[in-house]
Each structure stands twice: as C-alpha cells, then as structure tokens.
C-alpha cells in the first residue's frame, strides 16, 4: 500500500470513527465533541429556554440596511455545555455562562475565543455554558434570557439535561454559584439577567470582555445587592471606554471603592481581594478574551473551587 493510499485509508478511519461518534450521540455536529474530548466532555443540545426563537425576532431583524431573518439567525435553539475532566462530585454545581458578541455563534466563539481549554486549565470545578444568541447577527437581543424569570428556567433546563446526560457522578443537585460572562454584546443579555433573570442571588460574578456599553445601572445595582465581583475589561476602541470612564466617575463621586489598573499591571491578589475591577488593555476588541489568556484568569481568581479537593 502506498503513502497516498495509506494517507487516504487513514482519513476514512478517522472519519468513520468521528461519524460513528456523531451517530451514537445523536446530533450532526458531534465533531466538537471529538475536539474537545482531550479536556472534557461538550454536550450540544437543544433548550426549550434558549434564546431563540423568541416572537421580537419572529419577523427578523433590520440593521441598518442588512435584514436578518428568523429563519437564517433566529431560529437555533442549541446550548452547549463543556464538563472538564476531572470534575469532582459535591451536591452543588457550580456554573459559568458565556454570552457571545455580535455576528458569531456558539462554534464560532468557543474556536476563535479557546474557551473550552482556558475553562479546562484553569482547573475550576464547575460546568460552562454557551447558549446561541443572535447568529452571526449585529444584535445584542437575549431572547427568553430576558424575559422576566427567563434566565432561572434555563438554569432548571440545564440542571434536568446535565442529570439526564449521566456525565455528572450525581444526578440530583443543587445549582450553587453562578458566573455571568459576555464578550461585547452580550453585555445586553447579562444586565437583563442581572435585573430580572429570577437567579441573581446566585449570580457571584460579572464578566465584561470589552463590553458595557449599556445597561449600567442593572450591573451597579446587582454588585451593591450581592457584593458581587464586577469585573470590566475594556479597550480603546471597542466603544466601551467612555461608559466604563463614566461608570468609575460615578463610583468616585459616590465614595464606591474600586480598582482600577492597565491589564497587564494587575496581580492576582488585586483580582482576588476587590469587588469592582477595571482593567484597561491595549488589546483589541476581539483579542480580551484570549490573547493572554484572561478568561482563565478571571476563572482562577474566581469564588469557584478547584476541582481537586482541598488538602486536610
């Protein structure tokens, strides 16, 4: 046999293997199971909670001179929902929410952003969720997730799919702490949640990648209800400075105390000791998230436990 005819052979091995995954599973886009299978497992599955479709958008939605209709960037309903391995076994499950920007998806930010692997090594005992918003729309709408209650039914979904999935050694829990992050748009999705949602006493925490563009007062409002950590990675041009300029001016004259520092000057113990964080970078607008591996670093220097059990 041949190098060609090797190298062909080899490809349909591994194509039937993936496709036989894909059978098994039941879905038609197992494919990032197998790639992220090294850290984890990524369940893909559908809400009755999701986002969409949701009837503000049964019409579509018109930006500018661009129509997006139902049909096309409306309509999916997917969730993933990444457990690392290992995941240690306690009668609370701890959560991280990711909210996507503008004109993406579910698969485009976990490959461009490496959330699977920056959640996986950051060794936090806690399962991700990456619900589909607009897809690869300009628009900041969260669907049901800002619906009043919206954001606590799709916690209960979650919980009912993570203990039917089996991947969990326990199928009866309770959720315990719960993170909200969002790159850009999602800013809009999370203050509504934060506001609304039916779940902010188990919201510990708030993530914006380059992203308060609005909503402010939900996001002020929740950190001074829960003591929450507040967390605002912001850019130069990314359209968000001005607000986060705004929001610090806000905390001065009201004597709030926070901390504020270029990205690259904070510590860990400045990200593990204060509530209300401001980080500037000069990062761009799409390189917050990963390029020196913040998502990580926000997850290590969250309230989530480490998945090892702590030494006696």
């Not at 490809?11 to 494919?31: H, T």
């Not at 996001?219 to 507040?230: C, M, P, S």
């Not at 270029?262 to 390029?291: S, Y």
Request: proline fraction near 3%.
């Amino acid at each position: 046999m041949n190098r060609e005819i090797k190298h062909c052979f080899r490809n349909w091995i591994l194509c039937s293997a993936a496709m036989l995954f894909a059978a098994l599973a039941g879905r038609a886009d197992d494919s990032w199971q197998v790639k992220y299978a090294p850290w984890g497992t990524l369940l893909v599955t559908q809400f009755q909670s999701a986002p969409f479709p949701h009837p503000a958008r049964a019409g579509g939605h018109k930006y500018h001179d661009e129509f997006f209709s139902a049909a096309e960037h409306y309509s999916d309903s997917t969730v993933a929902l990444f457990i690392p391995a290992p995941i240690r076994a306690t009668d609370k499950v701890d959560f991280v929410i990711h909210f996507h920007g503008w004109r993406n998806t579910v698969a485009g930010t976990l490959d461009q952003f490496a959330l699977v692997e920056q959640f996986a090594r950051s060794g936090r005992n806690a399962v991700l969720i990456v619900p589909e918003g607009p897809a690869n729309a300009p628009d900041s709408f969260g669907g049901k997730l800002e619906d009043t209650n919206g954001f606590a039914r799709f916690m209960a979904e979650a919980v009912g799919k993570l203990g039917a999935s089996r991947w969990l050694a326990t199928t009866h829990f309770q959720i315990g702490n719960i993170i909200l992050s969002g790159h850009s748009g999602g800013y809009h999705v999370m203050a509504a949640i934060l506001d609304h949602g039916g779940m902010s006493d188990h919201i510990k925490e708030a993530w914006l990648f380059d992203a308060l563009y609005g909503g402010t007062e939900n996001f002020v409002a929740w950190q001074k209800r829960e003591n929450g950590r507040l967390v605002d990675l912001y850019t130069d041009h990314g359209g968000t400075k001005e607000e986060t300029e705004a929001l610090m001016g806000f905390y001065r004259t009201n004597g709030v105390g926070f901390f504020a520092a270029e990205e690259t000057n904070a510590v860990t113990q400045n990200l593990v000791t204060n509530k209300i964080i401001f980080l500037h970078t000069e990062l761009t607008h799409d390189e917050v998230i990963f390029r020196r591996d913040e998502f990580r670093r926000f997850l290590q220097t969250s309230c989530l436990q480490e998945t090892e059990a702590p030494a006696k």
